[in-house]
Every structure is written in structure tokens, then in C-alpha cells.
């Protein structure tokens, strides 16, 4: 079965700062990886994904995410944050083209103006 | 423009009382599923669906049912609702060829 850890309920940073979200996942075959952000009273946006060729990707809103087979990783990226950034991430593993989402817990992200 | 679209938006239903939420997509996708949200789980799989007539058990089925009737339309039923059922349901379509997921804005169920 495949599986999902979110280890930052909340992180806060400040405006300007750099940023990283943390996601490691369990698969024993090819994982699908993707990163979606919610804001409040929202559905699910997609911000990256992941599921062949080169391990970097570029998402939206200025976020990259590195996919590390050696260390079941996919953690996003982002060089200069903005309040609006501040939003629920949630990391998401599937085991095929459209196939079930198994998703974290989420890393509620609060960027101080 | 593609879309995944639940109603009700918002729900409140009595204890042992039938509760369906409705969600239509017009993606032309295979996949459907319902998730419930809640604080400290993230999103949790209730049902999905890969095709028009079938549906499957997610990870927490209990106390739900689902019908796919057809490509667009997957429904989730709660026969006799209980209060640990208040939530935020969403329902996603899947696209099984560019794995493309979209969801719809939920639908908030509190359950008295």
C-alpha cells in the first residue's frame, strides 16, 4: 500500500524568506507524485507533479520540487515567499495514471507579511 | 472549461436522516472519487469509481455508499448520518491518460 508523510503540520516564515516543504512517500513501484494547495474555503490546486523524466519540475507560483528515489522525496521548493503563498500544501502519492490519490496530512503554511 | 461540480455546497442533515451529495464532471474522465477532509487527516478516500457502473471501497467506506450511473455523475450516499460524518466532502475526477486530477470546491455536511 502506498502512503504519504507530511512531518510539518505548520510552518511560518517570513515574507521574502525562502522555503522548503517536506514529503516522503512509500511505494515499492514507480510512484506518481504531486503537490496541491488549498486556500481557505477552496478546493485542491495543483502545484506540481511528478511521475518520470528529469527529477527536477517546475510548478506554479514560482515552486520547484526535486524528486529523490534514493530518499522517497518529493519536496517543494521556493526561493522568495509572498503572503499569499500562505496556504494548507498537501502531498499526494498515486500508483498509476489517474488511479487513486493517497494524500498527507498537510503543512499549513503561514508567510508573515 | 472543464469542471468538477458538487452540490449542495453546504448541508445541514438530523441524526439517522439520508444524506446524498451529488458531483458531475464534464472532463469525460474515467476516475471519480469522494474524499472526506478533516483536520489532522488530510483527505481521506470514501469511494471511487473507474468507470460508469462500478464503484470500489477507499480507505474508510463505512457508513457510505456510492452510485456511478454514469460517466458524468458519482454520487455519495449516507443512509442513516451520523455526527461523526460532519466534514468537507470533495469529489475528483481522473484522467487516466494525462493524470490530470480535478476537484470540485466541496461541500460542507454537518451532521446535528
Known amino acids: 500500500a502506498q502512503s504519504v508523510t507530511q512531518p510539518d503540520a505548520r510552518v511560518t516564515v517570513s515574507q521574502g524568506a525562502s522555503l522548503q516543504l517536506r514529503c516522503k512517500y512509500s511505494y515499492s513501484g514507480t510512484p506518481y507524485l504531486f503537490w496541491y494547495v488549498q486556500y481557505p474555503r477552496q478546493g485542491l490546486q495543483l502545484l506540481l507533479k511528478y511521475y518520470s523524466g528529469d527529477p527536477v519540475v517546475q510548478g506554479v507560483n514560482g515552486f520547484e520540487a526535486e524528486f529523490s528515489k534514493s530518499n522517497s522525496s518529493f519536496h517543494p521548493r521556493k526561493a522568495s515567499v509572498h503572503w499569499s503563498d500562505s496556504a494548507v500544501y498537501f502531498c499526494?502519492?498515486?500508483?498509476?495514471?489517474?488511479?487513486?490519490?493517497?494524500f498527507g496530512t498537510g503543512t499549513s503554511l503561514l508567510v508573515d507579511p | 472549461e472543464a469542471a468538477v461540480t458538487q452540490s449542495p455546497r453546504n448541508k445541514v442533515a438530523v441524526t439517522g436522516g439520508k444524506v446524498t451529495l451529488s458531483c458531475n464532471q464534464t472532463n469525460n474522465h474515467n476516475n471519480m472519487y469522494w474524499y472526506r477532509q478533516d483536520t489532522g487527516h488530510g483527505l481521506r478516500l470514501i469511494h471511487y469509481s473507474y468507470g460508469a457502473g462500478s464503484t470500489e471501497k477507499g480507505d474508510i467506506p463505512d457508513g457510505y455508499k456510492a452510485s456511478r450511473p454514469s460517466q458524468e455523475n458519482f454520487s455519495l450516499i449516507l443512509e442513516l448520518a451520523t455526527p461523526s460524518q460532519t466534514s468537507v466532502y470533495f469529489c475528483?475526477?481522473?484522467?487516466?491518460?494525462?493524470?490530470?486530477?480535478?476537484f470540485g470546491s466541496g461541500t460542507r455536511l454537518l451532521v446535528i
Open positions: 499526494a502519492v498515486s500508483e498509476g495514471m489517474g488511479y487513486k490519490l493517497t
Open positions: 475528483a475526477s481522473g484522467d487516466d491518460i494525462n493524470s490530470d486530477y480535478t
